[in-house]
């Protein structure tokens, strides 16, 4: 508790302080275009929802009585932090982490999970920079494409597509091996 109460105390005096000076700000400039390269990138996803170390956590989920046909009914959630590998292998070298959400979203048959997912890079020559995925998901289509709505780091101010393929799914349990085909246009 003491260690708390002066952290809590130098909080107050910074917003305090952020108060007394601060000054709604705005300035417009002209945008000059950088010109841009694309960038294309390969590796998979793995989604873990069994075991005793799932990647991906159901977090919430409509109050219905389960049907073992539908193991993702409308509205079920789960927040992931799933590896990206080189291969599809699970022992393939990790170069990053997909994390965010995704939400269960069709009311037909037809299983939708809407996305939003922040895919960051820990190794390699993008090391330090991430991409957001803000995409709607249709998972019965054998190709299927998700927006890439911007990013941070190297990827700043990207846009593009992340083209989707199953590599491996178990039904049963869910668990599931992505590849992911990513064009990105940046600065
Ligand atoms: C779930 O629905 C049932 C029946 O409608 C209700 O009795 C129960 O309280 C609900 N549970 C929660 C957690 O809302
Ligand atoms: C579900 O997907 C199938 C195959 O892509 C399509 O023919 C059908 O129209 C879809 N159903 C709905 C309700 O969108
Ligand atoms: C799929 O999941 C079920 C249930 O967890 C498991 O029994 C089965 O071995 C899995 N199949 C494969 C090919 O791993």
Redesign the pocket.
């Known amino acids: 508790m003491e260690k708390i109460v002066p952290l809590a105390l130098l909080l107050v005096l910074c917003i305090c302080t952020i108060r007394v000076h601060a000054k709604y700000y705005s300035k417009s400039a002209p945008y000059e275009p950088v010109q841009e390269k694309k960038t294309h990138l390969r590796f998979f996803l793995h989604d873990t929802l ?1 075991g005793n170390n799932p990647s991906a956590v159901q977090i919430a989920g409509p109050n219905t009585t389960k049907n073992v046909n539908d193991p993702t009914p409308f509205a079920t959630t789960f927040v992931i932090d799933d590896p990206l590998t080189e291969g599809p292998e699970p022992t393939s070298k990790v170069i990053g982490n997909a994390r965010g959400l995704y939400v269960s979203s069709s009311k037909d048959k037809n299983l939708t999970l809407v996305m939003y997912v922040d895919l960051g890079f820990t190794n390699g020559r993008f090391k330090g920079s991430s991409l957001s995925v803000f995409s709607r998901n249709p998972v019965t289509e054998k190709h299927r494409e998700l927006a890439v709505v911007g990013g941070r780091g190297r990827f700043r101010l990207a846009r593009g597509v992340v083209l989707v393929k199953t590599q491996y799914l ?1 039904i ?2 869910g ?1 599931a091996v992505l590849e992911y085909n990513v064009e990105v246009v940046h600065p």
């Open positions: 069994s178990n049963t349990n668990d």
